[in-house]
């Protein structure tokens, strides 16, 4: 802000500090001038450096809240990713307005870092004077500091948004806040945060009451296990131990101490071993209950504390030296295990050592013990499905079946047979015994609804019904199956604007986001060397070695394709090796400057596939190689060679399209039916897991 500018900035706030024109007088920004000139002495024309704390006492406020920050951490970056906005930050910080936790890109962090928007940074109003994050501290509510309104003129750059989050015991925990350099006020921001606020504190619950009951309510079903339900837990004996806001609002009660120490029998016209069992006969779907001391109806679930699901068996998560010893195959980590201690994946690329993954499992693990949907959420080729088997491994569920079905794979005239199933004679070209639907082949295990985002509307609306009743009705018949099973969805792409643009149901949406994890892409993830050995192993036997050169190259690459491409290039260097170390050489559907992105000038009538292919064989040793490098197993040599060549020329279209197969139908004016059939035909295997 230039000097003329801050000088009447000043004025403008001392100007109705001391009584000039007032705002509305419940201003929740002039009330915290007034608080900034009166009890704090602040000078808004004399602004004050940062403050920050030491790295001990930073440790020692991170380590006090380190429940709340792990409980934090997922939903604050997924709202991050929501915002879409580079130039913003999503920041926690304690009850003394110390930053403890902080989502931002490094640019902004980096530019923001001399403001105080950083690990340690002090936000009080004492300190930093009117901001998001200090005002809600001193407001206890939500508030919106937008520029000017700040009150030293050097944070006049930035919009924040903040509102409180509060712990079990119903006091203010921490505030959580979005801080950005928007010119433009959002409204939305508050809604965004407050609904991110709820997701924390009912996570804290859990993590803090997991040996207690949890009770889920509220007054319309469909509510139930949303972001709108009442939350309980509740101790063996039915006395309350903790309850979030949405619990508190609709029993008519106002704080904590309304209803701590209270029994079940005095909230409701029931036991809690009443709703246990009645919940259970209903495979957890919403029962009846009514309100203890009034003619009010709540559709109910009581759960058992989640069981306690076998450990990891990983007990390091450092990341080996990518120069320290050469890649060898058979030297992999060790796997997860599930409840009956058998390995959670038996396909390349199942260990997890990254901390991200890890601390996924071990929140998807408890959330589906108790029945929770979970959706993944990932580029394509991430390994979602990876990850769901492994959740489905260490579930209740685990001795059922694993039913994975692709949404994006089938015809819209097939899925809805595929999913629900038919009679006999239900259709033309029908089965002549009918055929058992995806949902009853899962009862009693787990359902994997893949590219979920490609269901059609109209089948939305039938799964939705199955989800709620948890029952199925074949195509062509009138009889209906109970089914129970877990649910666990995935798409690479982004639900909420799908809902936005009514391509995707919003009711379905929060059915199936019970909690939304996100699958990192291979780049972030930090077990790289671990899950090379893994493939390596699988596919190339013991003894397999990748050279100083070839592992750089593998470490640096950006890896668009994920894991799927990572298996897919793995592959064709054994095959290409025959046996002797994997060199540089061997990696020829890598550039050999590993940077996937750049793209050069293209000559008129050349099309960016034919321009890739015709780059890498320009980079290859010889030709030949060239002509392999795509294949698995050199599946081209099966080819004939316009097909080979075909394949050549669709594999770089894929890579350039970071193996979008959505991308690429659409680059080459095919849907994604014919794709597929195309991919099955020359043998580019891009359906499988990765």
Not at 382 to 394: I, L, N, Q, S
Request: aromatic share 6%; hydrophobic share 40%.
């Amino acid at each position: 802000m230039m000097m003329q500018d801050a000088s009447h900035h000043a004025h403008r706030i001392l100007t109705q500090v001391h009584g000039g024109p007032r705002e509305q007088e419940n201003d929740v920004v002039a009330k915290s001038w007034s608080r900034c000139v009166n009890d704090y002495s602040l000078n808004p024309s004399r602004p004050r450096a940062p403050e920050f704390i030491g790295r001990s006492d930073l440790e020692t406020r991170r380590a006090k809240l380190a429940d709340l920050i792990a409980c934090a951490r997922h939903e604050m970056t997924i709202l991050y990713q929501q915002l879409g906005d580079i130039e913003s930050a999503v920041v926690l910080t304690d009850t003394d307005g110390v930053i403890v936790h902080m989502v931002a890109s490094p640019k902004f962090a980096a530019d923001a870092g001399p403001l105080g928007l950083r690990l340690g940074g002090i936000w009080s109003e004492e300190m930093a004077g009117t901001n998001g994050m200090g005002t809600c501290l001193a407001a206890a509510g939500p508030v919106w500091v937008h520029r000017e309104d700040h009150f030293f003129p050097q944070l006049a750059q930035l919009t924040c948004s903040a509102v409180p989050v509060y712990d079990p015991s119903g006091e203010i925990a921490a505030v959580l806040d979005v801080s950005s350099r928007a010119s433009l006020m959002q409204q939305h921001l508050l809604v965004m945060l407050g609904m991110t606020a709820r997701m924390i504190e009912n996570r804290l619950i859990d993590r803090s009451f997991s040996a207690a009951h949890p009770l889920h309510f509220h007054s319309r079903p469909e509510f139930v296990f949303t972001l709108h339900e009442g939350k309980l837990a509740v101790d063996a004996d039915g006395q309350v131990l903790a309850a979030n806001r949405s619990a508190l609002f609709q029993l008519g009660l106002t704080s904590m101490k309304d209803i701590r120490s209270r029994r079940i029998e005095d909230l409701f016209a029931t036991s809690l071993d009443d709703m246990l069992e009645r919940s259970t006969l209903s495979s957890f779907h919403p029962v009846v209950t009514y309100h203890a001391n009034a003619n009010l109806r709540f559709f109910a679930v009581a759960q058992r504390p989640a069981q306690k699901t076998g450990a990891s068996t990983v007990t390091s998560l450092a990341l080996a030296s990518p120069t320290a010893t050469p890649f060898r195959a058979g030297t992999a980590s060790t796997p997860l295990q599930g409840l009956d201690g058998t390995d959670l994946l038996q396909q390349p690329g199942s260990t997890f050592k990254d901390a991200r993954l890890l601390a996924h499992l071990h929140t998807a693990r408890r959330v589906i013990a108790r029945q929770t949907p979970v959706l993944l959420c990932g580029e394509t080729g991430a390994g979602k499905e990876v990850f769901a088997r492994a959740v489905h491994g260490a579930s209740p569920y685990a001795s059922g079946a694993f039913v994975a079905i692709n949404c994006a794979c089938l015809p819209e005239s097939l899925i809805e047979s595929e999913l629900f199933g038919y009679r006999a004679g239900a259709f033309t070209g029908a089965q002549r015994g009918g055929r058992r639907g995806k949902i009853l082949q899962a009862d009693r295990g787990t359902l994997f609804l893949d590219e979920i985002a490609d269901m059609p509307l109209e089948l939305q609306a039938r799964l939705l019904r199955v989800l709620d009743e948890r029952k199925v009705t074949p195509l062509g018949s009138e009889d209906t199956h109970p089914v129970d099973f877990q649910l666990i969805s995935a798409s690479h792409q982004h639900l909420p604007t799908l809902v936005r643009e009514h391509r995707f149901r919003e009711d379905l949406y929060y059915r199936l986001a019970g909690i939304e994890l996100l699958i990192p892409s291979l780049r972030e993830r930090s077990d790289k060397p671990e899950l090379i050995r893994d493939i390596l192993a699988a596919e190339g036997g013991a003894g397999a070695v990748v050279s100083p050169e070839a592992e750089h190259a593998l470490m640096a690459y950006a890896w668009p394709g994920n894991v799927r491409q990572l298996r897919h290039v793995l592959r064709t260097a054994l095959a290409l090796a025959d046996g002797r170390p994997i060199s540089r050489a061997h990696l020829t559907a890598l550039p050999l400057n590993t940077e996937p992105f750049a793209q050069p000038a293209l000559a008129p009538g050349v099309s960016l596939a034919t321009s890739r292919a015709m780059e890498l064989a320009a980079d290859s040793p010889d030709a030949s190689a060239v002509e392999a490098q795509p294949g698995d197993d050199l599946a081209t040599g099966k080819l004939k060679p316009l097909q080979a060549h075909e394949r050549v020329m669709l594999l770089q279209l894929i890579t350039q399209h970071r193996w979008n197969v959505s991308n690429v139908a659409k680059a080459l004016g095919i849907s994604r039916n014919a794709l597929y059939r195309k991919l099955h035909k020359l043998d580019i295997k891009v359906s499988h897991p990765g």
